[in-house]
C-alpha cells in the first residue's frame, strides 16, 4: 500500500478529491508540495499514488490522450468513458515489460450523465463508486466517508467530511500528511479549493472556540 492518500466523495451534482502534498522515497522525505491531482479536461480529473515515475508518465499518457479525442471528435470523453480507457491501458500495461505501478481515482462531471468517481487499482479493476480512497491514510477514512455520505450531499458538506478525515489521519498515521490539496469538479468545470492543513485547521479550531 502507498504511503500516499487520495480520497474522493461524490455529491448531488459535482464530485470532490483530496491528496496529500508529500514526496518521499522508502523513508526518506524530499517535498510537501507534490499536488497528486491531475487535470486530465475541463470536466474530469485524476488523483493518482504508486511509483512516482509511473504516476507522472502514466497521468501524463491518459491526459494527451483524451486531449486527443477532443481535437478529433470535438467533444470530451465522459468519467465513466475516460475511466473504461484508463482501465483497459493500465490492464493492457500488466502484460508486458512496462507495468505501471499506480493506482488511481478518476472523478468528472457530464451535463448527461452528471457526477461520476471511479476507483481503479494498479491491477486494472475499476468501479464507480459514492466515496474511496488510495493509500494508507484511507484506512482510517472509511468509517468517516461511510458515516456521513449521503445521496444529497452539497459541496460543503463534503468538504466537512474531507476535513474530519484529514484530522484522522493526522491523528493516528505515524507518516507525517500535514497538507492536503482539495480538488472540485462539477458543471462549471474542475477548480481548487482551500488546502486543509494544520493552519486551516487551527483557524477553525479558533472561529469556534469565540
Same mark, same amino acid.
Not at 122 to 150: D, K, P, V
Given at each position: 500500500?502507498?504511503?500516499?492518500?487520495?480520497?474522493?466523495?461524490?455529491?448531488?451534482?459535482?464530485?470532490?478529491?483530496?491528496?496529500?502534498?508529500?514526496?518521499?522515497?522508502?523513508?526518506?522525505?524530499?517535498? $510537501? $508540495?507534490?499536488?497528486?491531482?491531475?487535470?486530465?479536461?475541463?470536466?474530469?480529473?485524476?488523483?493518482?499514488?504508486?511509483?512516482?515515475? @509511473?504516476?507522472?508518465?502514466?497521468?501524463?499518457?491518459?491526459?494527451?490522450?483524451?486531449?486527443?479525442?477532443?481535437?478529433?471528435?470535438?467533444?470530451?470523453?465522459?468519467?465513466?468513458?475516460?475511466?473504461?480507457?484508463?482501465?483497459?491501458?493500465?490492464?493492457?500495461?500488466?502484460?508486458?515489460?512496462?507495468?505501471?505501478?499506480?493506482?488511481?481515482?478518476?472523478?468528472?462531471? @457530464?451535463?448527461?450523465?452528471?457526477?461520476?468517481?471511479?476507483?481503479?487499482?494498479?491491477?486494472?479493476?475499476?468501479?464507480?463508486?459514492? &466515496?474511496?480512497?488510495?493509500?494508507?491514510?484511507?484506512?482510517?477514512?472509511?468509517?468517516?466517508?461511510?458515516?456521513?455520505? &449521503?445521496?444529497?450531499?452539497?459541496?460543503?458538506?463534503?468538504?466537512?467530511?474531507?476535513?474530519?478525515?484529514?484530522?484522522?489521519?493526522?491523528?493516528?498515521?505515524?507518516?507525517?500528511?500535514?497538507?492536503?490539496?482539495?480538488?472540485?469538479?462539477?458543471?462549471?468545470?474542475?477548480?481548487?479549493?482551500?488546502?486543509?492543513?494544520?493552519?486551516?485547521?487551527?483557524?477553525?479550531?479558533?472561529?469556534?472556540?469565540?
Amino acid at each position: 500500500m502507498a504511503m500516499e492518500t487520495i480520497l474522493g466523495i461524490k455529491g448531488i451534482d459535482f464530485v470532490m478529491l483530496a491528496s496529500d502534498t508529500m514526496q518521499a522515497k522508502s523513508l526518506i522525505f524530499m517535498k $510537501d $508540495d507534490q499536488s497528486k491531482i491531475h487535470r486530465l479536461s475541463d470536466f474530469n480529473m485524476m488523483a493518482t499514488v504508486g511509483d512516482g515515475g @509511473d504516476t507522472i508518465q502514466f497521468t501524463d499518457y491518459i491526459s494527451k490522450n483524451l486531449h486527443l479525442y477532443k481535437i478529433a471528435h470535438g467533444y470530451h470523453l465522459s468519467a465513466k468513458a475516460a475511466a473504461h480507457f484508463t482501465r483497459k491501458n493500465l490492464a493492457d500495461y500488466i502484460r508486458t515489460n512496462t507495468r505501471y505501478h499506480v493506482a488511481m481515482l478518476l472523478a468528472g462531471y @457530464d451535463a448527461a450523465e452528471g457526477p461520476d468517481l471511479h476507483y481503479i487499482d494498479s491491477l486494472g479493476a475499476a468501479q464507480s463508486i459514492n &466515496h474511496a480512497g488510495h493509500g494508507w491514510g484511507s484506512m482510517f477514512c472509511g468509517s468517516i466517508l461511510q458515516r456521513f455520505w &449521503h445521496s444529497k450531499l452539497t459541496q460543503a458538506e463534503a468538504y466537512s467530511i474531507l476535513r474530519k478525515c484529514v484530522v484522522e489521519i493526522q491523528k493516528r498515521l505515524i507518516i507525517n500528511q500535514r497538507n492536503f490539496d482539495v480538488y472540485v469538479v462539477d458543471k462549471k468545470g474542475m477548480r481548487k479549493m482551500e488546502a486543509i492543513n494544520p493552519g486551516s485547521l487551527s483557524r477553525e479550531a479558533v472561529s469556534l472556540s469565540w
